[in-house]
């Protein structure tokens, strides 16, 4: 069955370090995949996708994602956190319907 | 900018009443979601609707409906609620008919507690 797997429940990391969440996704055709992010008693909000073309997709507030084929895997990425970036982080692939990961929570301390 | 708006923030139900939870999109969409999110289990599809008046399934549609007779609104029913169903639901739209490659926009939430 198609999915997505987000392997770490919770990442903690010191504001100023690099941050890695990381999201694979099951060998199924080619998917389109997503990062999704949701704020304390918030919505998601979109943060970046691959659709095709350049591995390395940039998205919103400094993140970015490196679609890697050979590893099945689509780790999302910015080179230093902040406190702010605190928060659930979801990986979701479209295989027709999006399938969510069971998310990942981002604590960056000061 | 996109805007999903959901109808209430947080419900308190009890078991056996029927539930209405309402989405409005205001960005012309085609696509509408409800999910359900739990924690651990991240979200899950409960129904989708590509078009005005149609539906269809998702994941787990036991024990819910949908209904949408307008563009922008999408209606979640819950007919006899239960406490399985206290979770956070979530709305959600997106650009392009059958098409997944767009991003979908979500809705703050509405937490719902059956007891």
């Known amino acids: 069955a198609q999915s997505v797997a987000q392997p770490e429940d919770q990442v903690n990391v010191a504001e100023g370090n690099p941050l890695t969440v990381k999201c694979t996704y099951s060998?199924?055709?080619?998917?389109?995949l997503f990062w999704y992010v949701q704020y304390p008693n918030r919505g998601l909000q979109f943060l970046l996708k691959?659709?095709?073309?350049?591995?390395l997709v940039k998205g919103s507030y400094g993140f970015e994602a490196e679609f890697n084929k050979s590893q099945t895997s689509f780790h999302l990425k910015k080179p230093s956190a902040l406190v702010s970036d605190s928060a659930l982080y979801f990986c979701?692939?479209?295989?027709?319907?999006?399938?969510f990961g069971a998310g990942t929570q981002v604590v960056v301390t000061p | 900018d996109v805007k999903v708006t959901q109808s209430s923030r947080y419900l308190v139900k009890r078991t056996g009443e029927k539930v209405f939870l309402e989405c409005v999109q205001d960005?012309?969409?085609?696509?509408m979601f409800w999910y359900r999110q739990d924690p651990g289990l991240g979200l899950r599809l409960i129904y989708f609707?590509?078009?005005?008046?149609?539906?269809e399934k998702g994941d787990i549609p036991e024990g819910y409906s949908v209904s949408r007779e307008k563009k922008e609104r999408f209606s979640l029913i819950l007919e006899s609620a239960s406490t399985n169903q206290t979770s956070m639901y979530l709305c959600?739209?997106?650009?392009?008919?059958?098409?997944?490659?767009?991003?979908?926009?979500f809705g703050p939430g509405t937490r719902l507690t059956v007891t």
């Open positions: 959600a739209s997106s650009l392009g008919g059958l098409a997944d490659s767009y991003e979908q926009y």
């Open positions: 060998v199924s055709g080619n998917p389109y």
């Open positions: 691959y659709i095709t073309g350049d591995n």
């Open positions: 979701a692939g479209s295989w027709g319907k999006l399938q």
């Open positions: 960005m012309d969409h085609e696509n």
């Open positions: 609707s590509y078009d005005v008046k149609m539906k």
